[in-house]
């Protein structure tokens, strides 16, 4: 299934247009690789709308965004911004638009205002100017109370709209967002959305958004599908979901089969297009004219529910690449057998009283867990809640301030060492070597972590193998899409083999495909007994987890398995209350009980 495209009227001067590309071509070189980014794309962006970019890492996506803005010139076809010429007329394109990039260069050693004095100074907003709409920016993004934090000491969802305020400081017609939401937390991504409407609606802003979170998809009033550098389709959302009508089914089985085990079985069931859980049960995408039996889904299996529900974005957007663009359903890798080395009752990781300092300021307060062998465990928390901080210190990476830390059955505190020879940890930043190919940064981590001769050629192609790897070998890994990076990030994490595997938000600004593959080699490594502590901000990721805890300002609020932590907002009203009903929920309790103590 395709989406239909719908072919852009009006020569892009037309009133009602902000936006045109018309049949534009752009290819880039890499060594001695030629890489097409854009292949005849055609499309529109209306004025006063919120208009979603779509696409899978490598799309294109941010190849377009810089097009628009001037930076790049397109090497064939034409691109009409405000009706303007985007290559011809650049410098007044940009003075007439604003451009929100992955990566917003904050200058982390200046203050909140430092920051904002900087760009209305670069923008020629006049002292005159600036006051008033200083004010109305740190109201809208909320940082009113932060203008003399350093910029480095802002959590991640706040630095996101401080981004977005410099953005802002002098007000554009056409406002360009890529990926804004990448890395932030449920509570700060509501913010921030809350804020782009409200740009459009009491300003008449139109703004064209990047996004790696398809549920995003469907608050945008049109949407652009790219992949490969074409468009394939063009329209409102309910365009791309109305045609996956009668496809798209819940499926749930008797609690004693794990919700990994079941989507495992059901990806690879004939006729199924994509699996995903999907709160207490697996969501199913079932090719056109498929009719879901329960025996030819799950021979041998009793106790089997299947409930139509009704289809959304994601749906179509795995449907579209997997039919219309040739995408491969993402394959069960190979994984390591670990030889975890649990205590008496299993555990593997005991946490006790943990505490991190930094002078007064605690990042980490009396937190206590137990991780089993096998098990995946999730860390979530809203942007500065101590995530990292906690996972620095369980990797031997960060001494603790206080408390107990025991790792594969060694005391942190005692012999880090020894512990980091057991685990794998993948940050959440690309940390590799850029400069070095794929190839190479697989064999220095291979002889970093000791492995010599045939062993070491050994893991080295198993890592090619498992992840697809073998036809990037010789590229430059800095050079990568943003899924490739993550598939060789993890390889190198595995490269020995570890008993526990650290993942500091590994998907986060990883189109869904790569998020699926990436899930289904996470879920054999646990099968083959790998511990897995993970964090990240996508909600439905958090299903993925046997448990998890949910922090704030550094202390647990919550912990449990993702059905007993639902339940917290079961009584809220919620009939059936998803993963970021919960986190929501406990976070806006906990922010309202410290402000009352304050």
Known sequence: MTAPATAPDGDGGGTDVVLAFRDVDKTFRSGNRTVPALRGASLEVRRGRVTGLIGPDGAGKTTLMRITAGLLVPDAGTVTVLGMDAARDSLAVQAAL???????????????????????????????????????LTRMTGLGAFTARLAGHLSG?????????CTLVRPPRLLLLDEPTVGVDPVSRRELWAIVYRLVREQGMSVLLSTAYLDEAERCDDVILIHEGRVFGHGPPQRFTEPMGGRTYAVSVPEAMKKRTLQERLADAPGVVDAVIQGEHVRLVLQEGEVPEAGRLLPGLDGIAIEPVAPRFEDSFIATLHEGAGEAAPARSAAPIAAAAPGADGTVIAVHGLQRRFGDFYAVRNLSFDVHRGEVFGLLGANGAG??????????????????????????????????ARIGYMSQKFSLYGNLSVGENLAFFASAYGLRGRRRRERIDWALAGFELAAVRAAPSGELPLGFKQRL???????HEPQILFLDEPTSGVDPLARRAFWRR????????????????????????DR???????????????????????????????????????????????????
């Open 98 to 136: 604003g451009y929100m990039p992955q990566r917003f260069g904050l200058y982390e050693d200046l203050t909140v205002q430092e920051n904002l004095d900087l760009y209305a100074r670069l923008q020629g907003v006049s002292d005159a100017d600036r006051a008033p709409r200083y004010a109305e």
């Open 157 to 165: 969802g706040m630095k996101q709209k401080l981004g977005l305020a």
């Open 387 to 420: 995530k990292s901080t906690t996972f620095r210190m369980l990797c031997g990476l960060l001494p603790p301030s206080g408390g107990e830390l025991r790792v594969a059955g060694v005391d942190l505190r005692t012999a880090a060492a020894e512990a980091r």
């Open 489 to 495: 990030a993890l390889a190198c994490a595995l490269m």
């Open 522 to 545: 996470i879920n054999t490594l646990a099968e083959a007994g790998v511990t897995v502590l993970v964090t990240t901000h996508f909600m439905e990721e958090a299903e993925y987890c």
């Open 548 to 598: 998890l805890v949910i922090m704030a300002a550094g202390e647990i609020l919550a912990l449990g398995t993702p059905r007993e932590i639902k339940a917290r907002a079961h009584a809220a009203g919620h009939a059936e209350p998803t993963m970021e009903d919960a986190f929501i929920r406990l976070i806006e309790a906990h922010e309202r009980a410290a402000e009352a103590a304050a």
